[in-house]
Each structure stands twice: as structure tokens, then as C-alpha cells.
């Protein structure tokens, strides 16, 4: 069964950086795509960031040229680097990832991420 681990969500002050992680286990080969969803209280969840296994990159326009997310394939890891955070990024961050192989999309269980201004 694939399970998805998130780590590194927190508390930080407007302006700070945090480093969020997400790592797969028990899994059957790559995922087709990783990446990150964010659903802040009383919205829907939407796209932060994903990357392809061809090493394309997607961001929502909201977090362009403040966040930058990474891949370690062969650990079947995806990273995002905050920086800049604004009170307005505040929210759970969750983890996805797509196994073309399987036909399944995977979610972790979600990182809180607080930005204080």
C-alpha cells in the first residue's frame, strides 16, 4: 500500500521560509507526477506546485518566484521550498503524487503552515 509522509510544515513569521518533504513508501516503481495542494479554511483545495517525471514544473501564479519545488525520483521524494511566505500561503499542505502505471493518485495526510504577520 503506498503511503505519502509530509514533514516540515510549522509556524513562521511573514517574510520567513519554510521547507516542506514528502516521502513515498511501499511503492511500485516512479510516479508519473508529484506535488503539492494546499486548502486553506473555508476554500477548496487547490494546486500549489507539481512536477513530471520529464522534469517539467507547474506553480500556481500566487506562489511564482517565491516557492520552488524539487524531486529526488529515486526515493520518490518531492520537496517545496517556501520562501517570502505571506499570511495568505496559511494553510494545510498536501502531498500528491500520480502513478500512471497503477492509475492511482496518492494523497498524504496534510502539514499545517502558518504564516503570522
Known amino acids: 500500500q503506498v503511503q505519502l509522509v509530509e514533514s516540515g510544515g510549522g509556524l513562521v513569521q511573514a517574510g520567513g521560509s519554510l521547507r516542506l518533504s514528502c516521502a513515498a513508501s511501499g511503492t511500485i516503481g516512479s510516479f508519473y507526477a508529484m506535488g503539492w495542494y494546499r486548502q486553506a479554511p473555508g476554500n477548496e483545495r487547490e494546486l500549489v506546485a507539481r512536477?513530471?517525471?520529464?522534469?517539467?514544473?507547474a506553480y500556481a501564479d500566487s506562489v511564482k518566484g517565491r516557492f520552488t519545488i524539487s524531486r529526488d525520483s529515486a526515493k520518490n521524494a518531492v520537496y517545496l521550498q517556501m520562501n517570502k511566505l505571506k499570511p495568505e500561503d496559511t494553510a494545510v499542505y498536501y502531498c500528491?503524487?500520480?502513478?500512471?502505471?497503477?492509475?492511482?493518485?496518492?494523497w498524504g495526510q496534510g502539514t499545517q503552515v502558518t504564516v503570522s504577520s
Open positions: 500528491n503524487a500520480y502513478s500512471m502505471r497503477l492509475g492511482s493518485i496518492y
Open positions: 512536477i513530471f517525471n520529464d522534469g517539467s514544473i
